[in-house]
């Protein structure tokens, strides 16, 4: 068979799930919420009809059932791009592979992937506990560029205008752009505070933070905070998103993230109980994602 991945590039778990999400096809909904933390899993899932699947495998832990009689499953992903490419990886091979025969299945299953996190401001009129929908995202973690991205994929021209305004320095990963899908936003995130997200490869240094070591680039978040594009502003930094958009859209999925603001980079502050305002967000994006 011509088209059967090899057994070391499409790993499968003893029992014949995926590797690292344990899932098989049909243990997945086409309606997904992922979260950073395992813990978070509980949060979501307390709110569903029914629980028919529960699995966990290191950071990753999967609850399936349904609310409001709609097949969601929440999943976790760990922090970074690099936990995204391999459980969004996984999504989509759980999706549209035949696991059983390693080949692509014909008919092409489209998920929705509704990522909800915290994050940090950086507009000073953004205050915590606000909701932040990404409309557009620039990433400067280098990930995709280590795929053959289809056109239209990566925005080019918030990615070029980001890299001029910032003067973007040769030695950091080439940033790019991307977009969420319109019919998530629509649906979902129409009444939120909406802008451009910049996901970084890191939580101190890659975002600003000084501890013991000194930045190279100490005034980033101020002019980050001045750059603009069709309107919108740079409203905050998180570590997921670009690996989502632009994953997502080459492999033919709706993406959209949702984070709550607990940290004020501008102001300097930082909020420690956010869980009745994560419970609330939840609920929501449950609601409007499966009315």
Same mark, same amino acid.
Request: with cysteine; hydrophobic share 35%.
């Given at each position: 068979?011509?088209?059967?991945?090899? +057994? !070391?590039?499409? #790993?499968?778990?003893? /029992? =014949?799930?995926? %590797?690292?999400?344990?899932? $098989?096809?049909?243990? @997945?909904?086409?309606?997904?919420?992922?979260?950073?933390?395992?813990?978070?899993?509980?949060?979501?899932?307390?709110?569903?009809?029914?629980?028919?699947?529960?699995?966990?495998?290191?950071?990753?832990?999967?609850?399936?059932?349904?609310?409001?009689?709609?097949?969601?499953?929440?999943?976790?992903?760990?922090?970074?791009?690099?936990?995204?490419?391999?459980?969004?990886?996984?999504?989509?091979?759980?999706?549209?592979?035949?696991?059983?025969?390693?080949?692509?299945?014909?008919?092409?299953?489209?998920?929705?992937?509704?990522?909800?996190?915290?994050?940090?401001?950086?507009?000073?009129?953004?205050?915590?506990?606000?909701?932040? +929908? !990404?409309?557009? #995202?620039?990433?400067? /973690? =280098?990930?995709? %560029?280590?795929?053959?991205? $289809?056109?239209?994929? @990566?925005?080019?021209?918030?990615?070029?205008?980001?890299?001029?305004?910032?003067?973007?320095?040769?030695?950091?990963?080439?940033?790019?752009?991307?977009?969420?899908?319109?019919?998530?936003?629509?649906?979902?995130?129409?009444?939120?505070?909406?802008?451009?997200?910049?996901?970084?490869?890191?939580?101190?240094?890659?975002?600003?933070?000084?501890?013991?070591?000194?930045?190279?680039?100490?005034?980033?978040?101020?002019?980050?905070?001045?750059?603009?594009?069709?309107?919108?502003?740079?409203?905050?930094?998180?570590?997921?998103?670009?690996?989502?958009?632009?994953?997502?859209?080459?492999?033919?999925?709706?993406?959209?993230?949702?984070?709550?603001?607990?940290?004020?980079?501008?102001? =300097?502050?930082?909020?420690?109980?956010?869980?009745?305002?994560?419970?609330?967000?939840?609920?929501?994006?449950?609601?409007?994602?499966?009315?």
């Amino acid at each position: 068979m011509e088209n059967k991945l090899a +057994a !070391s590039e499409l #790993v499968l778990a003893p /029992d =014949g799930s995926l %590797y690292h999400i344990h899932l $098989k096809p049909h243990q @997945l909904a086409d309606n997904i919420i992922l979260v950073g933390d395992p813990n978070r899993v509980d949060m979501v899932s307390k709110h569903f009809d029914e629980i028919d699947f529960k699995v966990s495998n290191r950071e990753i832990t999967a609850h399936t059932g349904s609310f409001n009689g709609i097949g969601v499953t929440a999943i976790s992903t760990g922090m970074g791009v690099d936990n995204i490419d391999i459980v969004l990886t996984e999504l989509d091979a759980c999706a549209n592979i035949n696991l059983e025969t390693r080949e692509v299945n014909p008919k092409h299953r489209k998920l929705n992937l509704i990522r909800l996190g915290t994050t940090g401001s950086l507009q000073e009129d953004i205050p915590c506990g606000a909701y932040i +929908a !990404s409309k557009y #995202v620039i990433g400067i /973690d =280098g990930i995709m %560029y280590f795929y053959n991205n $289809k056109e239209g994929v @990566l925005d080019k021209d918030l990615s070029d205008s980001f890299i001029s305004f910032m003067n973007w320095d040769n030695s950091l990963p080439r940033p790019y752009g991307g977009i969420s899908s319109d019919s998530l936003f629509s649906k979902i995130a129409y009444d939120m505070v909406s802008g451009i997200t910049v996901t970084s490869p890191g939580f101190y240094g890659p975002q600003g933070r000084e501890i013991r070591v000194p930045l190279a680039f100490p005034q980033i978040n101020d002019k980050l905070s001045d750059f603009k594009y069709k309107d919108y502003k740079i409203t905050n930094y998180e570590m997921e998103t670009s690996a989502l958009y632009a994953l997502a859209k080459n492999l033919g999925h709706n993406s959209l993230t949702i984070c709550i603001v607990i940290a004020n980079r501008m102001r =300097g502050e930082f909020v420690e109980n956010y869980h009745n305002e994560m419970d609330a967000l939840i609920h929501l994006t449950l609601k409007r994602l499966c009315k």
